[in-house]
C-alpha cells in the first residue's frame, strides 16, 4: 500500500499487481532426464494513471529503493504513455479467492518426476515407433492486485503442464507429433487412455498415400479444431473486434457452432476469480448456434470498441502489461460419432495435427498451415498418410458455409474440451 | 534510457567466491541486469511503451553427471539457489541413465562491452518516439495504406559469468530492433508488408527508413492488384532475405547437436560426410560478426565465439555445440551454448548463420527457368517434422526464362533434405539483414540472431496463395 499512497499526491490513479511463485519443470529425453529446473520469482508491476496517460514500470525487488525507482520510472513514462481510455475496477463481491488443486499444491518435484517417467514408460510400451520426451511442469504461487479504486483482492493458485513429443524418423520422412495438456494434476482417465488415443492417432503413420492438388472433405481432429478455432476467435479478440463490433447479434458462423470461453471452469482447468486486471471473470458465449454474442476484452480494448470488458485482460508475467487473451473454450458437440463422420466421407483427409500454422492471418480468419499429421480417406477408410501437403482456408467462410458435421465426443485439448469438425471443399496442395 | 546498475559488480565478488568453494564437478552462476525500452505506436497512437529494468539469475551444477538447475529474481537466494540447483541434479542422477560430461575449455576471464557506433542508451525515449512517430505519419500518408504498427526495442544487457572452473566473465551487450508493418484491406483480404532493421551496436540501422518505407508502400499498392498464384510445383528462386530465413529454419536448427543426440534418426541423417547437396552450397555459422545481432564474443558458458563450417562443398562437417554435446561427440565447443534470458539454462543455439555465395549470377538462375517462381522478402515461416513452410511477400512468375507478372504472397512448402539436394544453383551476391525478429527454441525465445544468404535456385517446391 505504501506505493499506491505515494502515488495518491502524484498521479490520479494507480494499480499495483504482484504474484511470487514457483514453478518447478522435469523434461525428459527418452529415458534421459534433460533437466529438472525451479524457478522462484516474486516481482509486481505498476500502472499509473497521469494527465490521461498510462505509466507502467516492474520491479523482482522489495525495498524501499525499489520502490521508489518504480514509482519514478512508471510516472516518467506515463508522459508517453497510451491514452487512459478505461476507468479501473473497484471493489470485487469477494476479496479473495481459491484457484488451487489440492494435488498441484503440495506437489513436490520429485512426484513430478516420477509422474512424467511413468507417463513415457506407458507411451514407449505401447508404440515403439516414435521417440518420445516430455516435459511436466508445475506452478504454486500468489497473485495479489489492488487499485487507488478500492480494488484489493488476492488469490492463490496452482496449474499443472503436461507436453508430450513424439518423433517419427525413417530415413529423412519426419514426423513430429505432440499432445499438450494444462489444468489440474492430470484427472486419472487421461493417463488411463492416452496409449489407446495416442495408438489411434500414430496407427498408419508408416504408410504413406499419394494425393493431387484439390479440394477435399477435411475431418480435423480435436487438436487441429483448435488452431481452426483460432480463426474466429483472433477475429473477436481485442481490437481485431473491431470490424466484427457491429456484426453483434448477427449470424457469423453456422448454427451448430456454440463457443463458450469459461475462465471460471474448475473440471479439468484451474479457474481464476479476476483477470489481472481486477475484473471479475465469467463463463460466457462467444457465439451461440452460429450468432456472434461477444468477444474477448481488456478493459483497453473495451474501451476501444465501445463494450463491456469481458476479464480476459491476462498477463504471461508480472513484467509484461495486460492483454486480452481466451484460456478455456468449449465448443458444443454434434450428433455423428467421429467414425461415423469419417466412414461417410468419400474423398478426404483426417487431420490430426497442422504443423505449422505461424504463416496464418488468424486476425483475418485465415489458416495457412502444413498437415503436420494427416491421414488421406477413401471410401470411409484411412488408407495411409499424406506428406508434405499444405492448406489454405478462411476459417470464418468455412465455419459458416463448409461445416458437414460435429463429433459427439470431445476431448481436452490444452485447458479446451472441443470436439472434431469434419468440413467441405477445403482445398489442399500436396507434394506426394 | 536507464542505464544498467552496477550491482553486478558487487555480486560478482560473491559469485567467485561461493562458487569456487561449492563441492561438485562443476557449477555456474549467470547473472543478468537488463535495462530496455519497448513501444508500440498503431495508426499514430502510442499503444504500450515501456523502460524497465529486470534482474535474476541462473545456478546450474553438475552432481554424478546430471544437470540440476534453479533460477531467482532475489540475490540474497543465491546461495540457497546453489544448494537447490544441487539437490535437484542429485535428484536427476537418481533417475537418468545418460551420464553427462563437459568437454575441456579455457577458462576466460574478461570484460567485454559491444563496440558501439551510436548507442541506443544515450537516446532519450522522446526522441526514440519521435522518430518512428515520424515513420508512422509518413507511410500513412502513401497512397492506399490504412493502417500502420510500428515496434521498437532495445536493450542493455549485463551478463556475468562465473564457473567452478575458472571461467569469470562480465559481458555488456547490446540489442535493438524497429519494425514497420504497413497494411491495407483489399478484396476481403488483409495485406501487409513490414519494414524493419536491428543491430547490436548501432541505433544508426533504424535512421533513414523513409525510403524503404515507400517501397513498401509501393508494394501494398501493387499487391491489392495482382492475382494469386495458381497452387503447384514450381522450380523457384528465392530471394538472399528468404534464402536466410531458409537456411536458418530448415538447416540450423537441425545442426544443432543438441537435437542431434536427443534423435538418433536426425543424428543419422546428419552424420559428418554425408553429402547433403550440390558441391556449390557452403554453410556456416559464426559469432565474430561485429554489428550483426547474431554478434557473440563469448556464448553463455564462457566460449569464445568462433566461425563453425556445417556444410562444405555439399558435404556435412559440423554441428553447432555446448560443452555438453561437444564432450557427447567427442568434438570441440563451438561457442554456441546460448540463453535467452537468466531464466533459462544454455542450450545450443545459432548466432549468424550463413550460406556463401556461389558462382552463378541471379540473371542465369532466371534465364534457366521456362516457368516457375521467383520469390523473397519472407513474412514468418517455420519448420515442423521434415516439412517447411515459408510466406513469401514479394512474387513474381518466370515464364521463358524472364521474370513475367507479380503474383500476391506465396507460402512455400517443401521437404527439407529434398530441398536441400534440389539446389541447383547458389548466386554470387550475398546479404545479411538484421531482421525484427528472433528465434525461438526450447520455450527460449525470441532470441537475437543474424542469418545471411546469396539467391538461390531450387528445382521444385509446392507453391500455394497465402
Redesign the interface.
Known sequence: MYILDRLKQLAQGAELYSRDEERGKVHI???????????????RALRVFKNGKIG???????DTESDA?LIE?AL??AS????ANFELPGKPGSSAGQCVDQTTEHLE??NV?HFA?RVLEQLRSSNRTL?W?TIASYEQGTVSLVNSAGFEAQYDFTNFHLVLSG??????????YYRKWSGKWPMRELISTLSGRVNQELNEISYISKME?GAYQVVFSPLATKALLHTVVKPITG?NANLLSKRIDKHILDPKITLVEDPTCDEFCQPIPFDDEGVVTRPKYLFKEGVFVEGIHSLATASSVECWPTGNGLRPEY?K?PRPKAVNLFLSPGSQSVNEIVANVKNGVYIVLL??T??S?F??G?L???V?LGYRIMNGERVGRI????L?LNGLAALKNQIIAISSEREWVDSSFLPSIALDGI?I???S | M?SVSNQSDDLYTLFSTVVAQVPVEYCEVRWEETSYTR?II?DG????????????GCVRALVQG?????????PA?FET?IN?AIK??Q??AQ????VIRLAETIPQQARVTFPIQEDPCSLL??SK?ALFTEYDRYARTLPNIEHCVCRYFDEAKRTVLVTSNGTHLIQNQTDLYGSLTLSAFSQG??L?VPVYGGSSNDFGALRNLQAGIKLAGEHLTQLQKVPSVQ???YPVVIGPELASLLVHEAFGHFSEADNQI?????LQ?MQKGRSLANRCLNIFDSGLEVGTRGFVPFDDEGVPGQRTDLIREGKLVGRLHSRETAAWFGEQPTGNARAVSF?F?PICRMRTINIGPGDTPYEDMIRRISLGVYADGP?????????????ALKARMIRHGQLAEHVGPV?L??????TWANIEAVGTDYLCKDTAGGCGKGGQGPLRVSAGAPHLLVK?L?V???
Do not use: C
Open positions: 529425453e527418452g529415458s534421459h532426464i534433460q533437466s529438472i529446473q525451479v524457478d522462484r520469482s516474486y516481482g507502467f514500470g516492474h520491479t523482482s525487488q522489495v525507482r520510472r516518467s513514462v508517453h504513455g497510451q491514452v518435484i520429485e518426476v517417467k521417440g520426451s518423433l517419427y524418423t525413417q530415413e529423412d520422412d519426419i514426423v513430429h492438388h481490437k513484467s502489461t504443423g505449422n505461424v504463416n492471418n486476425r483475418a485465415q495457412v498451415g502444413t503436420g506428406k508434405n501437403a499444405a489454405n482445398y496442395g500436396s507434394m | 536507464a513501444f498503431r497512437d502510442v499503444e504500450q511503451v515501456e523502460e524497465n529494468e529486470l534482474g535474476g546430471a544437470w540440476g538447475v534453479a533460477t531467482f529474481t532475489n537466494h539457489s537447490l535437484l541434479a535428484l536427476s533417475h537418468s541413465n545418460r525515449l522522446a518516439l483480404k488483409n501487409s497452387t503447384n510445383t536427443n534423435n538418433p534418426q536426425l541423417l531464466r539454462p513474412y514468418g515461416g517455420k519448420v515442423d517434422g521434415e516439412n517447411f513452410s515459408f510466406v507460402n512448402t517443401g521437404s527439407i533434405f529434398r521444385e509446392l500455394t496463395p497465402r
